[in-house]
C-alpha cells in the first residue's frame, strides 16, 4: 500500500495555471500505475488524467486534453498534474490515486489507494 499526499491546489482566474503534485511513499511507486480524478460535491468522481510505471504512457479525459498534462518522476516518487488555460468548470477536489496494475483504468474501482484530495477553484 502506498500513502499519497496531495498538493498545490488554490484559486486561480479563468485561464491562468496550476501545478498539483502528489507525494507518495510506503509503496513501490516505480511501479505503479498513477491517476488523477476530480470531484464536485454531489457528483461521482471523474477521471482527469492517468500516466504508466515508465511515465511512457498517458492517457487524459476528453475535458481535459490539450490543456492538462501528467508527469511523473520516479526519483523523487512524485507524480503532477500541470494545468493550463484553466476553465470555471475545471473546479473541483483533485485526486491523486495508485494502481499496481499496468494498465491506464479510467475507472475509480481500479485504484487501491488515494490521497486526501486538493480544491482547486478556477474564477470566471
Known amino acids: 500500500q502506498v500513502q499519497l499526499v496531495e498538493s498545490g491546489g488554490g484559486l486561480v482566474q479563468a485561464g491562468g495555471s496550476l501545478r498539483l503534485s502528489c507525494a507518495t511513499s510506503?509503496?513501490?511507486?516505480?511501479?505503479?500505475?498513477m491517476a488523477w480524478f476530480r470531484q464536485v460535491p454531489g457528483k461521482a468522481r471523474e477521471f482527469v488524467a492517468a500516466?504508466?510505471?515508465?511515465?511512457?504512457?498517458?492517457s487524459y479525459a476528453d475535458s481535459v486534453k490539450g490543456r492538462f498534462t501528467i508527469s511523473r518522476d520516479n526519483a523523487k516518487n512524485t507524480v503532477s498534474l500541470q494545468m493550463n488555460s484553466l476553465k470555471p468548470e475545471d473546479t473541483a477536489v483533485y485526486y491523486c490515486?495508485?494502481?499496481?496494475?499496468?494498465?491506464?483504468?479510467?475507472?475509480?474501482?481500479?485504484?487501491?489507494?488515494w490521497g486526501q484530495g486538493t480544491q482547486v477553484t478556477v474564477s470566471s
Open positions: 510506503g509503496g513501490a511507486f516505480s511501479s505503479y500505475s
Open positions: 490515486a495508485a494502481t499496481s496494475r499496468s494498465t491506464l483504468y479510467t475507472s475509480t474501482s481500479r485504484y487501491s489507494d
Open positions: 500516466i504508466s510505471w515508465s511515465g511512457g504512457l498517458a
